[in-house]
Every structure is written in structure tokens, then in C-alpha cells.
């Protein structure tokens, strides 16, 4: 499993670290990102999770190749590039329920989503992602082409003009 982005509080790392403790199938996770929870996560995670520290922008997208699964647990969030960014490298994703998410998750298509503050939800994501190789392939491929076909620079465009003729009009 993979993680990209800041080492926050309202990231719900602390929740995925429950997660793993508590996953049937055996997965290790590779951090990359830091922030002012780091040593904490480290102590909390123990041998689970290998934190990279920051990772130069260029470097991100190998990151997610090498990933089984991209996770994002986090409390609050807005649209997160980093779920984009996973999608756009056929990379499946677990993510939490808040802010954008759901409008660039659809549950069970594009990846799997789960409440926030619940570890159990995130586990159970974690167990499916981690034993079904085919559902790995599945979601990560639906998630590149709703990428594709939602997140292109025409579509980003068509949509931010339709936005300024409703305020216009």
C-alpha cells in the first residue's frame, strides 16, 4: 500500500495504522511526505510502514507504479490531486468519504471509499485490495479512465465555461 502527502493530524494516518494492525492480509506501507506527525506515525506504524520523507514532484508518479494501492484516509479534504494522481497511473484507490473524494470516487467503480474515523471500514478495504489482484486491475483501470475522460484539460475547460455562462447568465 502506498500513501502520498503531507504527515498531518486531519490526514487520519493514525486510523490507517489501526487498519493495518488490524488487516487479515499482510501489507506493508510506503510513506512518502512529511509533516509535523512523522516521528509519532513512525512509533505508531513500527515496522508496517517505510517513510520516505519528502519525494521531488518528478519522482511521485514511479511511486505510484510501485504501489499495489494507493490509500487516503483522510478527516477533511478538498479535491485531492493525489487520488488523480493515482487514478491517472491505473493505480487503485482507497479513500475516505469527505470533501471532493466521492465525486472522484465512485465506490466499487473507481476505487473503494470508506467513512472517516473508521479503521474497521479502512481494513476491510485494505483485506479486498490486497487479496484480488483482478479488483486491483479493475478499479485501477476504471479510475485511469474516468481520469481520462473527466480530468482532461478540454473537459477542466469545457466545464470552468459552462460554470462562468451560469454566472453570467
Not at 494516518?13 to 512529511?34: F, R, Y
Not at 509535523?36 to 507504479?65: C, D, M, N, W
Request: aromatic share 8%; proline share 6%; glycine share 10%.
Amino acid at each position: 500500500m502506498g500513501y502520498v502527502g503531507g504527515l498531518q493530524p486531519y490526514k487520519g494516518l493514525a486510523d490507517l495504522a489501526a487498519a493495518l494492525e488490524s488487516a487479515d492480509a499482510d501489507c506493508d506501507l510506503i510513506v512518502a511526505g512529511d509533516g509535523p506527525e512523522r516521528t509519532h506515525l513512525e512509533k505508531i506504524f513500527g515496522e508496517t510502514a517505510t517513510f520516505l520523507g519528502s519525494v521531488p514532484y518528478e519522482q511521485i508518479p514511479s511511486l505510484y507504479h510501485e504501489f499495489d494501492a494507493f490509500v487516503l484516509p483522510s478527516h477533511t479534504e478538498g479535491l485531492p490531486r493525489v487520488i488523480l494522481e493515482a487514478q491517472a497511473t491505473a493505480t487503485p484507490v482507497a479513500a475516505t468519504r469527505v470533501g471532493g473524494v466521492p465525486e472522484i470516487v465512485q465506490d466499487g467503480e473507481t476505487g473503494l471509499l470508506c467513512d472517516p474515523h473508521r479503521p474497521d471500514q479502512l481494513t476491510t478495504a485494505i483485506d479486498h485490495l490486497a487479496t484480488d489482484e483482478r479488483e486491483r486491475e479493475r478499479l485501477g483501470e476504471n479510475g485511469r479512465t474516468a481520469v481520462e475522460e473527466g480530468f482532461s484539460w478540454d473537459e477542466l475547460y469545457d466545464r470552468y465555461e459552462r460554470a462562468l455562462q451560469q454566472v453570467i447568465g
